[in-house]
């Protein structure tokens, strides 16, 4: 979902703060963005309701908006204000995880998403039958399963275990240019450490996509 609108600007400056805190304040922004929260929601709840080995336990969600920059390598961004929503489930799992990733595969077709090349069952199970290593041992990157929903946008499925290093799941600090911030980060620890308790693996679901853009006025 993408929506377009005006922006105060002169010639092709760079939006002024109050310029762009009032664009992403504004209620045609913000309908845009509850708009595009409940899709995302649709969207998932309809992957995971085919997927019953997903045990839910948490659910991260981010809503930023930036002004477009003027410093840099090149003479400007290519928006001169860009606001995104992204949105990330976790899961427990209820059966073996292999069994569990492909009954999400089989669960995203029925829902209607198209696979994304290269990120497909195919190199997932690849990776399970080779343990995860090289031919010289190493260990191999994790895939990722990707999907598109057609008229949305793309969705990640991944997974960790109890032992992997957790990503920062926190507030991104708020300065310009940034102007509108919404985070509901999750304690990965505090999952390990209470819903997911004696469990091997967590399974997440993420989408992200940018709801509104102002394009640079050249």
């Not at 995971?48 to 390598?73: I, K, M, Q, W």
């Not at 919404?182 to 709801?211: E, F």
Request: charged share 20%.
């Amino acid at each position: 979902m993408l929506l377009t609108l005006s922006l105060a600007a002169c010639g092709s400056d760079a939006p002024t703060r109050e310029d762009a805190s009032r664009e992403a304040t504004s209620s045609a922004v913000r309908q845009a963005s509850a708009s595009t929260s409940a899709q995302a929601d649709a969207v998932i709840a309809d992957l995971v309701g085919r997927s019953p080995a997903l045990r839910p336990v948490a659910t991260s969600t981010s809503d930023a908006c930036h002004a477009g920059d003027t410093n840099g390598l090149y003479p400007h961004d290519s928006y001169r204000l860009r606001c995104s929503w992204g949105e990330t489930r976790y899961f427990g799992v209820r059966a073996e995880l292999l069994d569990v990733l492909r009954q999400v595969d089989v669960a995203a077709g029925q829902a209607g998403l198209l696979p994304v090349s290269g990120e497909t069952l195919d190199g997932v199970e690849f990776y399970f039958a080779t343990d995860g290593l090289t031919e010289d041992g190493l260990p191999r990157p994790k895939p990722t399963l990707a999907y598109v929903a057609v008229g949305y946008g793309r969705l990640s499925v991944r997974w960790s275990g109890v032992s992997d290093a957790r990503p920062n799941d926190s507030p991104v600090e708020f300065r310009w240019p940034m102007v509108l911030q919404d985070d509901y980060p999750v304690d990965l620890d505090a999952l390990w450490n209470g819903p997911l308790r004696g469990q091997k693996y967590l399974v997440s679901v993420t989408t992200g996509v940018t709801y509104h853009e102002v394009p640079w006025v050249s």
